[in-house]
């Protein structure tokens, strides 16, 4: 596979938990202050490490506060959880956050997986297959909705698809997405974009209209060269609280930088 012409992007995935309110609000700031492409939280209601029942707070509305509370980087959710709001009224809220942020949202969305939230907050989990089948129905009922709204977006917001599903989850990339976002090694990744190239075939769309992100590990000398030849051009480093250390952070934006020129 060649390497991928799509300039090298730096994500945060500043996950909302074990901290204080205005401990995530500066870090965000202080990535954008950095050069993180993106600010990306995440859509839970209890933390996924540490304490289980430590501090967490919600994501969409906290969405809506950092589209205030920045001015440069995209931010999104890594992504939302399909099952927890009416697709039309997640439509009206990724463009009413649109417009608040001047058109740095992306609308990050995945099937859901988490359990406790499910049961904690009344929703049914259901099966894996089923929450995906519910996905593959919320999509065109979110772009029909975006299609709809006065005012429209101020842009043809992106979609990023979280997931390494094979035949269902990649194959919804393939249809709807704008953005894959995948996890694991080189190996794993190749494996997951040549199954999607695939899928992109099969459905009649260009892969090279689809941006590759992944959440990454490790030293980006080591791993970021690797995944580069892969075609990814999104590299995202998750921190949580209740001292959020961008130490990682920094290091991938100097090699972002290295590598754009």
Same mark, same amino acid.
Not at 206 to 235: H, K, M, N, Y
């Given at each position: 596979?060649?390497?991928?012409?799509?300039?090298?992007?730096?994500?945060?995935?500043?996950?909302?938990?074990?901290?204080?309110?205005?401990?995530?609000?500066?870090?965000?700031?202080?990535?954008?202050?950095?050069?993180?492409?993106?600010?990306?939280?995440?859509?839970?209601?209890?933390?996924?490490?540490?304490?289980?029942?430590?501090?967490?707070?919600?994501?969409?509305?906290?969405?809506?506060?950092?589209?205030?509370?920045?001015?440069?980087?995209?931010?999104?959710?890594?992504?939302?959880?399909?099952?927890?709001?009416?697709?039309?009224?997640?439509?009206?809220?990724?463009?009413?956050?649109?417009?608040?942020?001047?058109?740095?949202? %992306? $609308?990050?969305?995945?099937?859901?997986?988490?359990?406790? *939230?499910?049961? #904690?907050?009344?929703?049914?989990? /259901? !099966?894996? &297959?089923?929450?995906?089948?519910?996905?593959?129905?919320?999509?065109?009922?979110?772009?029909?909705?975006?299609?709809?709204?006065?005012?429209?977006?101020?842009?043809?917001?992106?979609?990023?698809?979280?997931?390494?599903?094979?035949?269902?989850?990649?194959?919804?990339?393939?249809?709807?997405?704008?953005?894959?976002?995948?996890?694991?090694?080189?190996?794993?990744?190749?494996?997951?974009?040549? %199954? $999607?190239?695939?899928?992109?075939?099969?459905?009649?769309? *260009?892969?090279? #209209?689809?941006?590759?992100?992944? /959440? !990454?590990? &490790?030293?980006?000398?080591?791993?970021?060269?690797?995944?580069?030849?892969?075609?990814?051009?999104?590299?995202?480093?998750?921190?949580?609280?209740?001292?959020?250390?961008?130490?990682?952070?920094?290091?991938?934006?100097?090699?972002?930088?290295?590598?754009?020129?």
């Amino acid at each position: 596979m060649t390497a991928s012409v799509k300039p090298i992007r730096i994500g945060l995935q500043l996950q909302p938990q074990h901290a204080d309110y205005k401990t995530i609000r500066s870090t965000a700031s202080a990535a954008e202050d950095l050069g993180a492409d993106i600010v990306f939280n995440w859509d839970h209601f209890y933390p996924l490490y540490g304490d289980p029942d430590g501090k967490h707070f919600e994501c969409w509305t906290m969405l809506g506060a950092w589209a205030e509370s920045t001015s440069r980087v995209e931010i999104g959710a890594l992504v939302t959880c399909n099952s927890y709001r009416n697709p039309e009224l997640l439509a009206d809220m990724a463009r009413t956050v649109d417009h608040i942020s001047d058109g740095r949202l %992306i $609308l990050g969305i995945g099937s859901g997986w988490f359990e406790k *939230d499910y049961t #904690e907050y009344g929703y049914e989990f /259901g !099966t894996a &297959g089923g929450r995906l089948d519910d996905l593959a129905e919320a999509l065109p009922r979110i772009e029909s909705r975006l299609s709809k709204l006065n005012p429209a977006p101020t842009r043809k917001i992106p979609v990023l698809i979280g997931g390494g599903g094979e035949k269902k989850t990649l194959r919804l990339v393939a249809k709807h997405a704008d953005i894959w976002h995948g996890f694991g090694d080189a190996e794993t990744v190749e494996r997951k974009v040549g %199954i $999607l190239r695939q899928h992109c075939q099969d459905v009649g769309r *260009d892969f090279a #209209e689809i941006e590759i992100s992944v /959440g !990454t590990q &490790g030293d980006p000398e080591e791993v970021g060269p690797r995944l580069r030849e892969l075609g990814v051009s999104t590299f995202t480093v998750g921190v949580g609280g209740p001292d959020y250390d961008l130490g990682a952070l920094q290091k991938w934006i100097s090699w972002r930088d290295a590598q754009n020129g």
